[in-house]
């Protein structure tokens, strides 16, 4: 039973990880948006500033491609969304699925997703699995990284 606890509290730990490191990313993120949305006409492509993860892809996209202020910033910031978008759908599987049992299975956690269709709820069976966690992580710490730098960049060139 203690081997079983402790697996699952480095579940727990790993899970909490992603999150805390997520919400830094997506700070930076945030800060993009602000920056763009203040200072390069954002304010033009969206009526209020976008909150919702999606919200925020999508308006950096339009701003990429309609902005000529941001055309030198445009490839790099489409690999940035393009390499986030992806990280984004696990981290949300993991966070808000629920573990459906504290004993992992040939080392792998079971977590139920729920997801919304129409008018019904589909319950998505998915994993966590310590191999594709150690890859996720290596993915999202050098993407926080790098957004921060990214953002860093606007916040500086357009004050």
Not at 25 to 47: H, M, P, R, W
Not at 104 to 130: C, M, T, W
């Amino acid at each position: 039973m203690a081997e079983e606890f402790d697996d699952f509290s480095a579940l727990c730990t790993s899970i909490g990880f992603v999150v805390v490191n997520w919400a830094l990313a997506e700070q930076s993120l945030d800060f993009t948006v602000e920056t763009i949305y203040s200072k390069c006409a954002g304010n033009t492509i969206e009526k209020q500033l976008p909150r919702s993860f999606q919200r925020k892809v999508k308006f950096l996209r339009k701003a990429f491609s309609t902005s000529v202020a941001l055309q030198v910033y445009a490839e790099d910031g489409y690999k940035l969304l393009d390499r986030m978008e992806p990280l984004a759908q696990q981290r949300h599987d993991w966070v808000h699925g629920v573990v459906v049992s504290i004993e992992s299975v040939n080392g792998r956690f079971p977590i139920d997703k729920l997801d919304y269709k129409a008018q019904e709820h589909i319950i998505r069976r998915i994993e966590f699995d310590p191999i594709v966690y150690d890859i996720f992580v290596q993915e999202l710490l050098s993407l926080g990284k790098d957004l921060t730098l990214f953002g860093n960049t606007l916040v500086q060139r357009f004050q």
